[in-house]
């Protein structure tokens, strides 16, 4: 693992990070790292498919042909009146 140093960050910043840190029971570092990585996993689901976000979470899974036909028939199903409550 290698090092980051930020320098430069507010002081306001750096308490409500820390608050953050002490709400997960994470260091100001843990914190840090889980903050950067999510703000970079959000990002790069903004610039992909949803057929690639797909492909990312089930990896090298395929679906079975019964699933593919599954699929295919609700998705040309006709649309369901919405409940009704009353």
Do not use: W, Y
Not at 25 to 42: F, K, N, T
Request: glycine share 6%; no cysteine; net charge negative.
């Amino acid at each position: 693992m290698s090092d980051l140093l930020l320098r430069g960050i507010d002081e306001t910043l750096k308490k409500q990070l820390q608050a953050n840190a002490n709400r997960h029971g994470r260091s100001l570092s843990d914190e840090a790292i889980d903050l950067l990585r999510q703000s970079l996993v959000r990002q790069q689901d903004l610039n992909s498919s949803a057929g690639q976000r797909l492909r990312t979470i089930l990896g090298e899974e395929k679906l079975s042909g019964e699933e593919i036909d599954a699929i295919a028939a609700f998705r040309h199903a006709p649309d369901r009146e919405p409940p009704r409550f009353e």
